[in-house]
């Protein structure tokens, strides 16, 4: 594979690659790549981040950091269970910019938009240049929505990337949030802090300190250590120092990071950034994105052999997404089995031996009727 020399790519500009040409010219893709690549990028959106392109290097798809972000042509080659709305948003849309699958809380989606595009994103058919932006009268709707809806308490923040939004526009989301009584926590979900640092400004942990009486948590989106770059530790830090939880978020990839010492360094430097691992996602049937999964034997297995080997606050929970907006389920590994006969359980221990749990007697006492 022949790609561009240092020589040449440092006379590039520093500015975000939005095409497949952007990439062959900055060495992130050889000729032939780019070519095999060309239908693909005219099929889904395209961006990768000088800080991502950074850690690309030549590694290319061999690269873990790579592997997310270059389009390859294997994303053209669709499966039969794979969909256009692999969890299931559109049953789910009241009002645009809304999903309301779930009882105390819905997504609102103000941009389509995010700095990079991830190869394996389950919302690739929608998100991109030109993706459906909500308007003032449009975002001004799905907010009376969540105020005609009392037993909504939690509104997560999603597109897109809701960061890419300026800081003043993102005050003002919050601020609106904060005035509805019954709405007591905004969860942001962001790829910013890691793949475009510099956007974590003073004045944007401003705009999401507005809130008075709501909770605002960060998720940070991030699937491999080196995306924690000093960079990105900084720009976390902002948020955490400026009094914003963080949790994060991954996808279990094939390539990137199924295997337990890579998921085990992630979480444990994510714990040190006082950021709680909060999920690990098992991959989505979007459309071209078979590359990417992993089984979900495979998937329990690693988590297994994180049992016992980290701290419990390096331990996410292992998800599945339902097609058809069935909604999300734990799906990580059983350690306890009954027995219908004896009423005993069997119990692994993280090490993979088994132990006996006695059954309850009958007499009991319901800790209800001691009160």
């Known amino acids: 594979m022949t790609r561009s020399t240092e020589t040449e790519t440092e006379s590039l500009p520093r500015h975000t690659a939005r095409s497949v040409e952007d990439l062959r010219r900055r060495g992130l893709l050889s000729e032939a790549e780019a070519v095999a690549a060309a239908r693909v990028g005219e099929r889904y959106a395209v961006a990768v981040t000088p800080e991502m392109a950074a850690l690309v290097g030549e590694g290319g798809y061999d690269d873990p950091v790579g592997r997310q972000f270059l389009p390859h042509p294997a994303e053209l080659e669709s499966r039969p269970e794979e969909m256009a709305d692999p969890i299931g948003d559109d049953p789910f849309t009241p009002v645009k910019g809304i999903t309301h699958r779930y009882p105390d809380r819905v997504l609102l989606k103000p941009v389509h938009v995010c700095p990079v595009y991830?190869?394996?994103?389950?919302?690739?058919?929608?998100?991109?240049?030109?993706?459906?932006?909500?308007?003032?009268?449009?975002?001004?709707?799905?907010?009376?929505?969540?105020?005609?809806?009392?037993?909504?308490?939690?509104?997560?923040?999603?597109g897109g990337d809701p960061m890419v939004l300026s800081p003043r526009r993102l005050r003002d989301i919050v601020g609106a949030l904060d005035a509805i009584p019954h709405v007591a926590s905004v969860r942001l979900h962001t790829r910013v802090p890691v793949v475009d640092p510099g956007r974590v400004s003073a004045a944007l942990v401003a705009a999401l300190r507005a809130a008075r009486e709501t909770a605002v948590w960060v998720v940070l989106h991030v699937n491999?250590?080196?995306?924690?770059?000093?960079?990105?530790?900084?720009?976390?830090?902002?948020?955490?120092?400026?009094?914003?939880?963080?949790?994060?978020?991954?996808?279990?990839?094939?390539?990137?990071?199924?295997?337990?010492?890579?998921?085990?360094?992630?979480?444990?430097?994510?714990?040190?950034?006082?950021?709680?691992?909060?999920?690990?996602?098992?991959?989505?049937?979007?459309?071209?994105?078979?590359?990417?999964?992993?089984?979900?034997?495979?998937g329990r297995a690693l988590l297994s052999r994180l049992r016992g080997r980290v701290s419990g606050l390096c331990q996410p929970t292992y998800v599945l997404d339902l097609p058809g907006?069935?909604?999300?389920?734990?799906?990580?590994?059983?350690?306890?089995?009954?027995?219908?006969?004896t009423g005993s359980w069997t119990i692994q221990d993280p090490w993979g031996s088994r132990h006996i749990y006695p059954p309850t007697p009958d007499s009991a006492q319901d800790p209800e009727d001691s009160r």
């Open 118 to 158: 991830c190869r394996f994103c389950f919302r690739r058919e929608k998100v991109g240049p030109g993706g459906e932006a909500l308007t003032a009268a449009e975002l001004e709707a799905a907010l009376d929505y969540v105020r005609r809806h009392p037993g909504v308490w939690e509104v997560i923040l999603s």
């Open 224 to 298: 491999h250590p080196r995306e924690m770059t000093p960079e990105a530790r900084s720009a976390c830090a902002r948020l955490v120092d400026g009094g914003i939880p963080m949790l994060s978020q991954s996808v279990l990839l094939a390539g990137v990071n199924d295997d337990a010492d890579t998921l085990a360094e992630l979480f444990r430097t994510l714990v040190g950034q006082r950021i709680k691992p909060y999920y690990l996602h098992h991959p989505d049937l979007a459309r071209g994105t078979s590359h990417f999964r992993v089984t979900l034997e495979a």
């Open 325 to 341: 907006g069935h909604g999300k389920v734990p799906v990580g590994p059983p350690y306890a089995e009954p027995d219908q006969e």
